[in-house]
């Protein structure tokens, strides 16, 4: 069956860096956009960013934009966010997602998130 | 950018009971770009509605939605326990790519 399996979460200092991972099966990844969606403590979804199948186009909420890097290895079934400059309002659960096959317009397959923590 | 605006914040209502959620937009949307999901505690959302009225795999045939232009809607016609949760509608759209409304919570009364 589809499976996301997010890892790289945990605690950071303002300003340091940290990457997630993100592990797929039970589908063939590189036909399929992927996108990486937060979820602040007690808050609503926000979407942050999305990487094409090919991985030739990406797109970055303005939040993140110049300061995360998504990017995935199809030979390896992994999607990847590279999170810099981090911010205490960048505290939340990150999850991967699946866009759907047809359109890319929603997002039909999550992982389970990975909490990253930004603080002193 | 398209601002999602879910309504009401919290819906108490007891098992068996309906449910209508409303979800409108700050612009017009397609229904080929609206979705919806429920999030259970401490779970990753699930896609319930896709293209504004299309069930998703899996999803039993008490959830439907409707709607068109700035104004959709998700109803749950006879709640069961599992219900009780978060749902966020969605749109897709361009800058930001994707949005979600703020959410409704559906709690037991």
């Known amino acids: 069956q589809v499976q996301l399996v997010e890892s790289g979460g945990g605690l950071v200092k303002p300003g340091g860096s940290l990457r997630l991972s993100c592990a797929v099966s039970g589908f063939t990844f590189s036909d399929y956009y992927m996108s990486w969606i937060r979820q602040a403590p007690g808050k609503g979804l926000e979407w942050i960013s999305c990487?094409?199948?090919?991985?030739?186009?990406?797109y970055y909420a303005d939040s993140v934009k110049g300061r995360f890097i998504i990017s995935r290895d199809n030979t390896r079934n992994s999607l990847y966010l590279q999170m810099n400059s981090l911010r205490a309002d960048d505290t939340a659960v990150y999850y991967c997602?699946?866009?759907?096959?047809?359109?890319?317009?929603?997002?039909?397959?999550w992982g389970q998130g990975t909490l990253v923590t930004v603080s002193s | 950018e398209i601002v999602l605006t879910q309504s009401p914040g919290t819906l108490s209502l007891s098992p068996g009971e309906r449910a209508t959620l409303s979800c409108r937009a700050s612009?017009?949307?397609?229904?080929?770009?609206l979705a919806w999901y429920r999030q259970k505690p401490g779970q990753a959302p699930r896609l319930l509605i896709y293209?504004?009225?299309s069930r998703a795999t899996g999803i039993p045939d008490r959830f439907s939605g409707s709607g068109s232009g700035t104004d959709f809607t998700l109803t749950i016609s006879r709640l069961e326990p599992e219900d009780f949760a978060v749902y966020y509608c969605?749109?897709?759209?361009?800058?930001?790519?994707?949005?979600f409304g703020q959410g409704t919570k559906l709690e037991i009364k």
């Open positions: 612009q017009s949307v397609s229904s080929s770009y």
């Open positions: 969605q749109q897709y759209g361009s800058s930001p790519m994707y949005t």
């Open positions: 997602a699946r866009a759907d096959y047809y359109g890319s317009v929603n997002f039909d397959s």
């Open positions: 293209r504004a009225s």
């Open positions: 990487i094409t199948s090919s991985g030739d186009t990406i």
